[in-house]
């Protein structure tokens, strides 16, 4: 029997061939409910962050803490979960989303750091991690997160995205004086740019893939500010608390969908075991 038959054979019998070891990928395939709720994510990531430093009293030091603290709780439920789960795991990317922004507001606005400097030394944070992780594992696909050093490296990925995405999109914001609407649509016509690449001239998927993902930041952190800031500041004066509960409430009902339907569930993966 071929590796492939074995997979398949695995894959419809929901049984495992002997000496072979059931591996399942940790994170969602890559469809159009994943960037709708990644996008919708780091709106909230933006407006909760706002909505927390502004109305729980604790500072932006002992809110950066106590989100620290949710998202390692849900962190170590991703882990120990032996397959994708869609309320765990985009639970800990809209916790992520958060502590990413709150990282980099704390160092321009405690710190007093330059967004010049956070941006690059995220940006530079971020290449260590890729390079990093392909040292490790000869790749940076998502398709195949399903060990633990893997799962590790991909986490660190992300928050290292949210971070930079938050310095990158507020320094342009800065340096153009766009307004919140006209960076929103800045932003999102270069994630349009980048599927143009990827798709009509063959552009590097897995590099489509993680400049997307770094774009998506500013793109909903734009989207956020423009529906939650007051209207004298440009933007609709939905306030953080309105938009935040909205945005939530979107993805909660898409998470339920994609927990009911399995649509974005990646396919079973056989090792060969060694013994």
């Known amino acids: 029997m071929t590796s492939e038959t074995s997979r398949t054979s695995t894959a419809a019998t929901g049984t495992t061939a002997p000496g072979l ?23 909230v990531g933006e407006t909760a962050a706002d909505l927390l430093n502004e109305k729980a009293g604790l500072g932006l030091t002992g809110v950066s803490l106590l989100m620290s603290a949710l998202l390692a709780v849900v962190l170590v439920v991703q882990f120990r979960t032996r397959a994708y789960r869609p309320a765990v795991y985009w639970l800990a990317v809209a916790l992520i989303s958060v502590v990413g922004t709150l990282v980099s507001d704390n160092l321009t606005d405690n710190m007093g750091v330059a967004l010049e400097t956070t941006t690059t030394v995220f940006a530079i944070a971020l290449a260590v991690a890729f390079a990093a992780w392909y040292r490790s594992e000869r790749t940076l696909s998502i398709h195949h997160i ?39 649509v800045l932003f999102a016509a270069a994630i349009a ?66 927990s009911v339907t399995r649509k974005d569930v990646t396919e079973q993966r056989a090792v060969q075991q060694h013994v």
């Open 21 to 43: 070891l059931s591996r399942w990928n940790k994170v969602p395939e890559v469809t159009v409910y994943f960037w709708v709720i990644k996008v919708l994510c780091t709106t």
């Open 193 to 258: 740019a980048i599927a143009i690449a990827r798709f009509a001239l063959g552009l590097n998927a897995v590099w489509s893939f993680w400049i997307a993902y770094v774009l998506t930041r500013p793109l909903g952190a734009s989207v956020g500010d423009y529906l939650s800031q007051p209207t004298g500041d440009g933007g609709l004066g939905l306030g953080t608390v309105v938009t935040s509960v909205l945005f939530l409430a979107v993805i909660l009902g898409l998470v339920v969908f994609l």
């Open 146 to 184: 399903d060990t633990g050093r893997r799962e590790a490296f991909y986490w660190l990925a992300v928050l290292f995205t949210f971070a930079l995405g938050t310095s990158a999109g507020d320094l342009l914001a800065e340096q153009l004086d766009l307004g919140y609407w006209l960076s929103a």
